[in-house]
């Protein structure tokens, strides 16, 4: 199996979890039925969490890391405001495709604060995927990223731990040992510095014998769209349910929220370790999520 392999997957298991989730806006649609195996009507379309993801995966395919100029004119260029980008994305993403560096346009957001929000850390997991064992490597490749859409240190700071987590997932995978939670959790922590992410991820740990209930009530589960709010619950959910892909889906559907972004993030970790089949990515999921763009899809 090689970092593609992984990098794959994972980029499955975040389209997977991203469309899905997206389904439980849709009327109709309750988790109930769900685990009843009443499954949404195909096919089910993907929003802006995998389309920038499928940036990022193109950008690893072609070049092996991030060029942050290059990832910034393939958001610019695939960008489609349809998708669910939030108002901040949109404003940002034109600028880019009519020209204004990342870096001005990033740095000018939120008056100059730059973007807080989950946007950097629905997208990355599959970077996490293309470095297992590597954290370090994944955590600087992470940041990278996030920069290229948000300057503030929490966003960027979420998405290098889930980044962590996907490549601990994926070493796990590799040398066919279940990493534990608390050791999952541990790993991220090591790349973290003072922060509102590392303290929930703190949280995070000393919840994981809780409720999902529990846990989306004291860690947030991405109602507010911002890091903190969203990326400790989802590492929560992917550390407690690593080997159960169904499993960890029904979770953030559980939490409620912001489902696609949380079940994209859980997703591309989960899928890291599981893989499609068995325990992972269900086939019959997969084959109605809206097929991929590119080259990206399983069949080519």
Same mark, same amino acid.
């Not at 950008?59 to 939030?86: K, N, T, W």
């Not at 890091?227 to 169904?246: E, G, K, M, S």
């Not at 029904?250 to 489902?259: F, I, K, L, R």
């Not at 993030?265 to 109605?288: F, N, S």
């Given at each position: ?15 997977? *979890? ?10 109709? =649609? ?16 993907? =929003?802006?969490? =995998? ?18 100029d290059r990832l910034a004119v ?18 940002l993403l034109r600028q880019l +495709? ?22 950097? %850390?629905?997208?990355? %997991? ?6 297992? *064992? ?27 731990? !889930?980044? !962590? ?8 995978? $590799? ?27 703190? +949280? ?11 846990? %989306?009530?004291?860690?947030g589960n991405g109602s507010q ?14 550390? =407690?349910? $690593? ?48 097929? $991929?763009?590119?080259? $990206?899809?399983?069949?080519?």
């Amino acid at each position: 199996m090689t970092m593609m392999d992984l990098c794959t997957d994972s980029l499955d298991g975040l389209s997977v *979890g991203d469309a899905l989730g997206a389904q439980f806006f849709v009327p109709g =649609t309750s988790l109930p039925a769900l685990l009843a195996g009443q499954l949404p009507d195909a096919p089910w379309p993907w =929003t802006d969490d =995998t389309e920038m993801a499928c940036s990022i995966v193109d950008e690893l395919r072609e070049h092996g890391g991030i060029d942050q100029d290059r990832l910034a004119v393939r958001f610019a260029e695939r960008f489609e405001p349809y998708r669910g980008y939030g108002g901040g994305a949109v404003v940002l993403l034109r600028q880019l +495709r009519d020209g204004v560096p990342w870096r001005d346009a990033a740095g000018a957001a939120f008056g100059g604060q730059g973007s807080m929000g989950n946007g950097a %850390a629905m997208r990355v %997991a599959p970077l996490g995927a293309f470095h297992p *064992g590597d954290s370090r490597t994944a955590a600087l490749q992470a940041m990278r990223s996030a920069e290229v859409t948000h300057a503030h240190a929490e966003a960027v700071l979420g998405a290098a731990a !889930v980044a !962590v987590a996907a490549a601990e997932a994926g070493w796990a995978r $590799l040398t066919r040992h279940r990493i534990a939670p608390d050791d999952l959790l541990d790993a991220v922590l090591a790349h973290l510095v003072e922060s509102k992410v590392m303290d929930g991820m703190v +949280r995070a740990r000393r919840l994981l014998g809780a409720s999902v209930a529990e846990a %989306a009530y004291e860690l947030g589960n991405g109602s507010q769209v911002l890091a903190f709010d969203t990326v400790p619950f989802a590492l929560w959910v992917a550390a =407690t349910r $690593l080997d159960d892909y169904p499993a960890a889906i029904h979770a953030c559907v559980e939490a409620g929220g912001d489902v696609d972004t949380t079940a994209a993030i859980v997703g591309g970790i989960v899928a890291a370790y599981t893989g499609v089949g068995g325990d992972g990515v269900p086939a019959g999921w997969l084959e109605r999520r809206e097929p $991929l763009p590119g080259g $990206l899809n399983r069949s080519t």
